[in-house]
């Protein structure tokens, strides 16, 4: 190349790489003039609270961040617990990069390629601190370029400690809480100086999604988890010792009770978590919504009062918890959510860790919670429906007598009725009306098929229940698989909407601050069973007489005024009872037992459920 060829080239690539430094020049100066001082990371950002109301759109049940709760800490407040529990977790390389880095954003972009999905993110500290302070929350290139341009300023700017103060100060932690001084104080009632090496991880792992992993919501066991992840980075990064993670991970963590205006907590919970799976977490908090839901409030007070009263009670009879759902079975819409007997209650005294391995857990909504349990014998209408739809009538004749099912789970099955006694050819309409075991089986196995009963109760939505029927044996039309009180409430809804599935529904409007709808739901019903078949499994439910041999006359399930579905359930050795029952207008169903799965005294079914379900039913039912 001649010489002017390599003047006029260098000339050229001088030319450029003038013209990027002085774009980059003015980047930075058009995005970092307005940068704040240091006084302004403590000052409020006004941010609109998000409000869910009841059915009528009167009653406000909840408001997210009302206000925003700031409590000023300096650094040397915070004790270096939570400081290296949030850097091991939130970036490691802290105090080694410059705002950006890159070595985090090579193995992001490594993990989230290998999944094909954007798991992991490498945002440092100082990003967050901008982010969450100066910037929306629109993934813009342009919003890409001032948090780039804002972290570089800041790092320039300000010495790693003062970031870390202000980052401190300023991160969301849910519930109303800014900054780790209102979140020591909100979630543990504690100065942060003073919160333990377990505590620090919890706080710290609630950073990454505040309303998802909040302890008063239903993942508190994923917080939990996340907690003992948080000790294990701090191990790992040499905060901590292997004695003092494990210590720390097996210490119980006790959370201060909640001071928010909260209604129905349970349901509120469970529709701010659909809420944010949404819109995100970031949106919800932010962005003023309104939020009518499909609560009745007054059916809410009448239930959580029952709930809580007769629970109660059943404490005598080492029964600790209950929980209730009713639903309205041609909308859909949940009209009442009890998830535990008293949601501002203290856990029972025995060691409680969610829902594992207590009585009583007052923050579990069993409603909702994943696997279920096992329903008893109220999963035998579905049976009786394969059946009736395969062409069998209630009159239909089937024989209770001592039997041998042959061989499941490697011992011989041969079950026996609730009163140990048999009663030889029995009507489909008795044995089901009556609840007869061994009648019941034989319909399962002989007359409907466990293939089909679990594929009808799935098409109900008791999708809990495995599609590998292989899994499941004669003891299915006993209870043999695990169901949601909320799904078992919806499908024997299906049943009072005579064969028509309306899905449950808790959200029925989400309007923006300025009142722009931006979800409605409207349920549309479709056909999952004859409507012949659905009336006829309502009639035999709702026969007074023909389960009175079994449950009398006067039964907690009879109501003389108004003809009432019911069926009872209970599982082997009396750990759960249920009763779900319906009208037309309403579907109703309870759930009682203790958390750690322990058995109760008494027949849990009519006897323990059956009072709660009876005097709920009585209040809908009365003018």
């Not at 279920?372 to 009786?384: L, M, N, V």
């Not at 899994?471 to 499908?491: F, K, Q």
Request: hydrophobic share 40%; charged share 25%.
């Amino acid at each position: 190349m001649r010489a002017s060829h390599w003047k006029f080239f260098l000339k050229g690539i001088f030319g450029f790489a003038a013209g990027l430094f002085l774009l980059t020049l003015f980047l930075f100066a058009y995005y970092a003039k307005d940068l704040p001082r240091p006084e302004r990371f403590t000052e409020l950002s006004l941010v609109q609270p998000t409000r869910i109301y009841d059915r009528t759109g009167t009653v406000l049940l909840y408001e997210v961040y009302k206000e925003e709760r700031r409590e000023f800490v300096s650094l040397n407040e915070v004790p270096d617990s939570l400081k290296n529990a949030i850097i091991a977790t939130e970036d490691a390389n802290f105090s080694k990069h410059f705002g950006i880095d890159a070595r985090a954003i090579g193995r992001a972009l490594l993990v989230n390629l290998k999944l094909r999905a954007p798991a992991q993110g490498a945002s440092t500290i100082s990003q967050q601190l901008i982010r969450s302070t100066f910037l929306t929350r629109k993934k813009t290139l342009e919003r890409k370029v001032q948090e780039l341009i804002l972290t570089l300023e800041i790092e320039r700017r300000y010495s790693k400690d003062e970031i870390l103060g202000f980052y401190l100060n300023q991160i969301p932690l849910g519930a109303n809480a800014y900054g780790v001084g209102a979140g020591a104080a909100t979630y543990f009632g504690k100065k942060v100086g003073d919160l333990t090496h377990e505590e620090a991880a919890t706080l710290a792992a609630m950073i990454k999604a505040p309303s998802y992993y909040s302890p008063y919501g239903t993942h508190l066991e994923q917080l939990l988890a996340r907690k003992n992840y948080v000790l294990s980075r701090m191990g790992k990064e040499g905060y901590l010792t292997k004695e003092e993670v494990e210590a720390s991970s097996k210490k119980k963590v006790v959370f201060a009770q909640p001071s928010l205006g909260l209604k129905a907590p349970h349901f509120v919970l469970w529709v701010l978590d659909q809420l944010v799976q949404t819109y995100g977490e970031d949106f919800v908090r932010e962005n003023g919504l309104r939020v009518t839901t499909s609560l009745d409030w007054d059916l809410q007070e009448t239930a959580e009062r029952i709930v809580r009263d007769i629970a109660k009670r059943n404490e005598a009879l080492h029964a600790y918890n209950a929980a209730l759902v009713a639903i309205d079975p041609m909308s859909g819409e949940v009209k009442a959510m009890v998830g535990s007997k008293d949601w501002f209650a203290e856990s029972s005294p025995k060691g409680c860790a969610p829902g594992i391995d207590c009585l009583f857990d007052p923050k579990l909504n069993v409603a909702t919670a994943l696997p279920g349990r096992q329903p008893g014998s109220s999963f035998k209408p579905f049976a009786y429906a394969v059946a009736f739809n395969k062409g069998y009538d209630d009159t239909a004749m089937v024989v209770d007598e001592e039997t041998n099912f042959g061989i499941w789970g490697d011992k011989e099955y041969i079950p026996k009725n609730y009163d140990e006694r048999f009663r030889g050819p029995v009507t489909l309409r008795q044995a089901l009306s009556q609840s007869l075991n061994i009648p019941s089986i034989k319909v399962l196995l002989e007359l409907a098929g466990i293939n089909d009963s679990v594929a009808l109760a799935r098409d109900f939505g008791l999708t809990t229940l495995s599609s590998d029927t292989s899994l499941y044996g004669p003891s299915l039309v006993l209870g043999g698989g695990e169901v949601r009180l909320l799904d078992l409430v919806s499908a024997y809804g299906i049943f009072a909407a005579e064969g028509n599935r309306t899905p449950y529904l808790s959200i029925m409007k989400v309007a923006d601050s300025k009142g722009r709808i931006l979800q409605q739901n409207k349920n549309v019903p479709l056909r999952v069973l004859a409507s012949r078949v659905a009336k006829l499994i309502t009639n035999i439910l709702s026969d007074n007489e023909a389960r009175a041999p079994i449950f009398g006359a006067n039964s907690l399930l009879y109501f003389p005024e108004v003809p009432v579905a019911a069926k009872t359930g209970t599982t082997q050795e009396f750990r759960d009872g249920w009763v779900v029952g319906y009208t037309p207008n309403i579907v109703a169903g309870v759930w009682v037992g203790n958390n750690d799965n322990s058995p109760m005294d008494k027949e849990p079914g009519i006897v323990i459920a059956g009072p709660i379900w009876h005097e709920f039913m009585q209040k809908v039912l009365t003018p």
